[in-house]
DNA sequence: CATGAATGAGCCTTCATTCAT
DNA sequence: AATGAATGAAGGCTCATTCAT
């Protein structure tokens, strides 16, 4: 079924969160599915599949992809992205995946592939599209700008509220000197 | 004998480096430091002391510090932290451990501390040197600039130079508007 | 499987009788029981469930129970539980795990709980049904005869049958002065 | 020195009598002892010449022994012998040190060798010195009697005096029907 | 699809023992 | 005599993975 491979999926991210991808082991995850362990590998052969199939969703490429396929430009797109973002990373889960993910993408050639994918060439499509143009000067401001929505999430700021960072950032990058 | 602990704490750098904290044996540690797996327990009654140690020269925390105490304030500081940080870093082995650390945080208080301190405290007394103040948007900044100092090191763009990438983000957070 | 966990059972009596409960290593009970070395913590969390249960089995707290339960006295009670003690014990097997469990209790609280019973509660109960009192000689009495029991079996003489045995110490603390 | 030796030896006792010979660490003894860990090994070849000495101190030969020693008959000699059993045996350490040697004796041949003596002839010795005679009967008797004490120190009742229990179980196996 | 018994590799850790100093 | 660093052999235990049912 369908929805078990989903029940055992939310599982995992639930146990990987909390436990990081290898100190998390099958066994808890299938108790928090409410089904066997050996069910697990019915649907995923190796645990790696399971790990490789949750990195991929904690990075933040499908925020990236799904803005870039919307017809916006500029401060708009620099918008979609940031609370795309923020709004994904929101979630303490998702926040401790995406961590996990960087971590275990030095094991994983296949999330480190995703991870450069976000940082080269989608990154450089955002920069064309924001800035019109992806000199050193727009990278490097993309890159002040994923960077800054990363360190909000790593460590969330208490009194600042969301749109205001969002608004602070893009106005630093985007400014016309 | 103080040598022969510093032996296994650099071949535990780059083993952990390698395979991350959990996926790597004492076995390998002591394979590659000389020793028996057993002295590793001499020096560090657990995997878990040895993992905190490191854990502890990898975060940023130091440079943060280091720079603060100097005699420096405005861009100097954050050419200070910014060249440190990239200097730091700029070393494969340092970048994983960072990233490790991070991803560990959550399974190890100690690390967790440190972590919330350099964010928190640490990132407001920065602040407060260059920007004058600590309000929001000076914090902001700041977040800014180490989120770009993370996002750089994190994957680093080829064809910017470490000098031409400091500049350009520091010119970012300090202009005036 | 039931019966899995029974070989596994039997085996570690053999092994644990042989080595004493802290020599003898998981390795071997599962090699005598020709099963796995994880297969024992299957059954077995730990390997002092294991203990805590064969040690449970190895005091004579079921003799007792048994012979109390019955519906006898004076005499009659006492050459059940001799009898009973002695036949259990003749066992070298079960005399070593008797030894061993007395010796180990005083790091297993639920095994010294067990030996504490056996000893307190249980005899004063046999004393009752045997001299019809529980006042300090009869007391003192069921203690010999326990204690010249357990020296039997702890050391069996060649030379004297296990009739004749009995007979003489129930002869000895059951005679009326 | 001869007296770092007994340090040693008496940290020992304490070690073994709490957690048995075989999960007392070296390392342990030589803390409460206040000596360095190769210190033991320099007194003690092995830890096993160090658990066989205390054995051998522990089981309750040097008692039977000198008792039969001195010019005494009897109930006289029963008396001597239970009275420094019970004292010996009073000593907590003492009594755990002599079950854990009992439990040893499978593993060590040397302590087996003194447990079968002091059960084998010191035991016909007594019996003929307090009977007159060591036939069938005389032997159970004098088993009796140490059986008694033995069950009188491993779980020692509270309700009764040392000297009423010694002259119950005298008075039980000698006693002229 | 689903279960859970079974396996075997490997991990962290302990510990008796040795040895250079 | 005395120290404590160093070793190597296990030992208990976990866990991904398989497989008969």
Redesign the interface.
Known sequence: MEETRKRILDAAMNVF????F??APARLIAEKAGVSKGLIFWYFKRKDDLISEIASRALPVDIIENCLSKDVERKELLRCIGSSYISKYSDERMK?LL??S???S??YPLISKM??RS??EMLRRAALRVFGKDD??S???M??F???????V??R?Q??EEK??ID??I???Y?E?
């Open positions: 969160a909390e436990f990081g290898f100190k401790k961590i996990h960087i971590s275990a030095s094991s991870l450069d940082c080269g050193k000067k990278i490097i401001r890159r002040a994923f960077g800054s929505l990363l360190c909000y790593l460590n700021p009194e600042i205001e960072y602070e950032i106005s630093l990058v400014h000197k």
